[in-house]
């Protein structure tokens, strides 16, 4: 499993696009992976047969874990690993090596050099952190020095930060003197319960005073502390008799999209606004250009490019809208780099238009073009998923007139184009019929508030409704 981002650890394979016997190109797509950040293909790094599927679809393994074994063209002999796997010429990975060893009933020990070189791994791994370590750290005062990591190669990881929280072991702002006085401590700590007598400053404690027998207390309800009830259903994977309904599993792309929408609606404080644009000459000017450019270009001219423009545009005279929450700081991006939600028949994700300030609207149309293609079939690779700082979303196209956006974590704001319809509209005391259009703007109301954020929807409707027959696309 390859390394895909700096902070990711584990990654869950989505299903395999080749199966065992089948012989493999080099840089050919061996297998789909989902992670927290992005789902792409995974290349094959070596030509030969695939031999072996470690981790079958749907599995998470660790960053650094083999998951197949490759018969390379190389391979003049082959040898049984216990545990199944091949040995066979290939030079299996470390974490293949050790979990085949443990399976045969060994200890890594035998090795005389596995552990000194997983000694020097570990200690080059242990002294680099990921940023979600750090900020866990810094919650909650823990000294990182201090902390035995479980991860690859000895490196700590969230769960080693949360344990030690959660113990009260390797604070930062504890003292060396109080691990060995935690030890004694901890009995009378035990025992303490068993006398009501307040302990310590007991002059200036307030007595308990027992409670009247008559006064009612609520006895339904949920606790702060509990979870919300589930329904329980008890039947599996077939239809609820006499009510039409049926069970869809969940696939891990469907597990990531709600994780992250989770994480996005509780960690961000939304706040919600809208405009409404008449966009008239941008619909006369979109009708003079569009067969011309589909015969030039090959590809149809939407609406997106013009309002790709209009943001960026917006986006260069209020640059905190392209920023992003740091907890203590606020980090205001200097590239303008476009994402696009696109919609396939079961997931939405959101590839990057890299430097949308520096494209023309023909330039920008392309971009578009291309990736929505390459999102509806499958064909997006990691670095085009990679880098977005502010989202735009084409509700529109549904019929949508009105729309909430989620932002997508962890920028500022979303911004959703809805569809064009022809109005009524007052226009210096006269009734015309307008093409006009709603922009709704979710933003993380940590960093925005509503003045910039009307400020900037007056710049993209200024943007939009100064497109005309004039306008240049190149």
């Not at 000294?143 to 030690?164: F, K, P």
């Not at 027998?213 to 259903?233: D, F, W, Y």
């Not at 405009?275 to 000017?285: A, C, G, M, S, W």
Request: aromatic content about 4%; overall charge negative.
């Amino acid at each position: 499993m390859p390394k895909l981002a700096e902070s990711l650890e584990t990654a869950t394979v989505d299903r395999w696009l080749k199966k065992p016997g089948d012989y493999v190109e080099m840089y050919e797509p061996l297998c789909e992976l989902i992670t927290d950040k992005v789902s792409a293909e995974l290349p094959s790094t070596a030509r030969g047969v695939l031999v072996k599927v470690l981790a079958g679809d749907g599995e998470t393994v660790n960053v650094g874990s083999a998951i197949c074994l490759i018969e390379t063209e190389e391979a003049d002999a082959y040898a049984e690993i216990p545990g199944g796997a091949l040995a066979a010429g290939l030079q299996p990975t470390e974490d293949a090596v050790r979990a085949a060893v443990r399976e045969a009933g060994e200890r890594p020990a035998a090795s005389a050099s596995a552990p000194a070189a997983a000694v020097a791994a570990g200690q080059e791994m242990r002294q680099r952190y990921s940023p979600a370590v750090l900020k866990l750290a810094a919650e909650h005062g823990i000294d990182l020095a201090r902390l035995a990591g479980t991860g690859m190669g000895g490196r700590i990881t969230r769960a080693d930060v949360l344990a030690a929280a959660s113990s009260g072991a390797a604070s930062a702002a504890q003292p060396q003197g109080a691990s060995a006085a935690t030890p004694a401590a901890a009995p009378q700590t035990a025992q303490a319960p068993v006398s009501p007598a307040p302990t310590g400053a007991a002059g200036s404690a307030k007595p308990i005073e027992p409670m009247d027998p008559r006064v009612q207390v609520r006895s339904g309800g949920l606790h702060l502390s509990e979870s919300p009830r589930i329904p329980t259903i008890e039947i599996e994977g077939h239809e609820v008799p006499g009510r039409g309904e049926y069970f869809i599993d969940v696939t891990p792309i469907r597990n990531t999209i709600a994780t992250r929408m989770r994480q996005s609606v509780t960690e961000i404080p939304h706040a919600w606004t809208m405009i409404e644009v008449d966009v008239t000459n941008l619909v006369v000017l979109r009708s003079k250009l569009k067969d011309e450019f589909k015969r030039t270009e090959g590809i149809n001219l939407t609406y997106m490019p013009f309002l790709v423009k209009a943001a960026v545009g917006a986006i260069k005279d209020y640059p905190i809208m392209n920023s992003v929450w740091a907890t203590d700081k606020i980090i205001v991006k200097r590239d303008i780099n476009m994402a696009l939600a696109v919609g396939t028949e079961d997931s939405v994700i959101t590839p990057v238009i890299k430097n949308a300030d520096q494209k023309n609207i023909a330039g920008i149309a392309h971009e578009i073009d291309d990736l929505a293609n390459r999102a509806r079939h499958g064909k997006l690779k990691l670095e085009h998923l990679q880098g977005g700082t502010f989202t735009v979303n084409n509700t529109g196209s549904f019929g949508s007139i009105l729309s909430q956006p989620i932002i997508n974590y962890p920028q500022a704001a979303i911004l959703t184009f809805e569809s064009i319809v022809k109005r009524p509209v007052v226009i210096n005391d006269m009734i015309g019929v307008r093409s006009m259009v709603n922009l709704c703007l979710s933003l993380d109301h940590r960093i925005l508030d509503g003045v910039i954020c009307g400020r900037f929807l007056q710049r993209v409707k200024e943007n939009l409704e100064s497109y005309s027959l004039d306008t240049k696309l190149y």
